[in-house]
């Protein structure tokens, strides 16, 4: 008999931790990214269509939350305790890519804090995914998987910002974009642009959802929220008094501002310019 890989040991045991009934089988796990974000020779969009694959931390070495998938960095250690230390030894395209599980089954995905574009996978991902809640950088001692999925209660009771409410996935095993996919879901301000054209030949279906858009306006009133530094930065790079995903991400690629700065920006778009908060005026 073979040995385990990794993420059949890893599976194994955050599914013993696990607690509950099985998933709603509706529900689907997304990838939320931001597409034209910079990287290697062209956009992140750009290089994940090249790969066919999407690819962890530990690869790219880029992220929109911390930077510290390495031996020995944040992210190393927090899969070492989830996953019973299954991944301390595999090489970095082994390890598991993040997501959240969309319980609330948002059109933007279920942790856009994390981008503006989500890959939405197909139901199968979901038997070779672990989740937790809340987030792994906090420490989670609330774990499942698709056969005990008790996170779901847990998350909406939990008081927490929009954009902290997700439940993690973990998905094991490579993502491949002609296989695992059911949707790469864009914001319509790429429409007719580069992110469009390479969508295209992603090998998936592409859809739209509704769209972020923020006002200047709107972003005034929220000064502590990430802080008024941020909201000032806001007011410099909009375009005709209104923030999109296409203008932050012309922004990151002029290089003239921190990209932490840009991605507190990102959060206000993403908070109070989602397309729920439109329509409920929710504060």
Known sequence: MSPMRPGERALRHVEARSFGPPMDPALRVTLNFHPDR????????????HSGVYLSQFVTGT???GLTAHPGGDRWRWESRIFGGAYDEASDRERPVYGALNHRRRPVGGAPRFGSAHLRLSAS??????????DSHLEPSDFGT???????????????????????A??????RLDRDVEALVLDPCH?????????RNAGCPVEWHPGFRLTVEELRRHPGYRGWEYVELGE???????????????????????????????????????????????G
């Not at 959060?267 to 439109?278: E, S």
């Open 38 to 49: 910079p990287v290697w020779n062209g956009s992140v969009l750009e290089a994940m269509v």
């Open 63 to 65: 992220s929109n939350g």
């Open 125 to 134: 991902t979901s038997a070779r995914t672990t989740f937790c809640h809340p």
């Open 146 to 168: 698709a056969r005990r999925m008790g996170l779901v209660d847990l998350a909406l009771a939990d008081d927490r910002d929009a954009l902290d409410d997700y439940v993690e």
């Open 170 to 175: 973990q998905v094991h095993g490579p993502v």
């Open 191 to 199: 429409r007719g642009g580069t992110i469009e054209t390479a969508a």
């Open 236 to 282: 410099r790079i909009a375009v005709d008094g209104m923030l999109d995903p296409r203008v932050i991400g012309e922004a990151a690629l002029a290089g003239e501002h921190d990209p932490r700065a840009l991605k507190r920006v990102w959060h206000y778009l993403a908070r109070f310019g989602a397309p729920d908060h439109r329509v409920s005026g929710e």
